[in-house]
């Protein structure tokens, strides 16, 4: 039994994610997951979570293991989320996302929600979250000004978040099309790996 597990979906490659940690990978947590751990694990970390397909795991499933001292780690999604609400407790948030939450900058949940293939975790919308990392991007690089970028980010809040994506976003500012072919990135994705990196380095 393996004393680390991880909960990851579509925010990172599940066999990326084994080339940099050892641990046993879970889906996405949903509420009840924690209480089936084995009680070897002595390190968990949440990165994806549901939202709306099932009930999301509440803070105070999360307040027992770091009672027990187990470390909790989160980032990039679900995990970025319950890290902010809990690192008063305990719990370490890991990356931007995290950060953003934290300190405010960003508030709603549905900014880090997306909808995604069940069986191979495929995205299959753009999160708000990434989306804001691209728009930063493309400000700093003389793309846009930063006024286009957030009446973009103003339309795309008002957007039902299964139906957000780059595409979209083209649509909105014709002048960003090459920009997001060449430059799209996934900040989900880099601060999911920096959990991993940093549970390797705990």
Request: aromatic share 8%.
């Amino acid at each position: 039994m393996r004393e680390i597990a991880v909960y990851l979906g579509p925010s990172l490659d599940v066999g990326f994610a084994r080339s940099i940690l050892d641990a046993e990978y879970l889906p996405p947590i949903r509420r009840g997951d924690l209480e089936k751990l084995a009680p070897e694990v002595r390190c968990v970390g949440i990165v994806d979570g549901e939202f709306y397909q099932n009930l999301a795991v509440s803070p105070k499933e999360i307040l027992p293991l770091l009672d027990r001292d187990v470390q909790v780690y989160g980032a990039s999604s679900m995990g970025a989320l319950r890290a902010a609400e809990l690192c008063s407790h305990g719990m370490v948030g890991v990356g931007k996302i995290f950060a953003w939450y934290r300190d405010g900058v960003i508030d709603a949940d549905d900014e880090v929600a997306l909808t995604y293939d069940p069986e191979t975790y495929r995205s299959l919308s753009e999160p708000l979250i990434n989306i804001r990392f691209v728009l930063r991007d493309a400000v700093h690089r003389g793309i846009i000004e930063s006024s286009q970028a957030g009446e973009v980010l103003e339309a795309l809040k008002g957007v039902y978040f299964p139906d957000r994506s780059y595409q979209l976003v083209s649509r909105l500012c014709p002048q960003l099309g090459d920009f997001l072919n060449l430059h799209r990135r996934s900040q989900k994705a880099e601060d999911a790996e920096l959990l991993l990196r940093t549970i390797v380095g705990s």
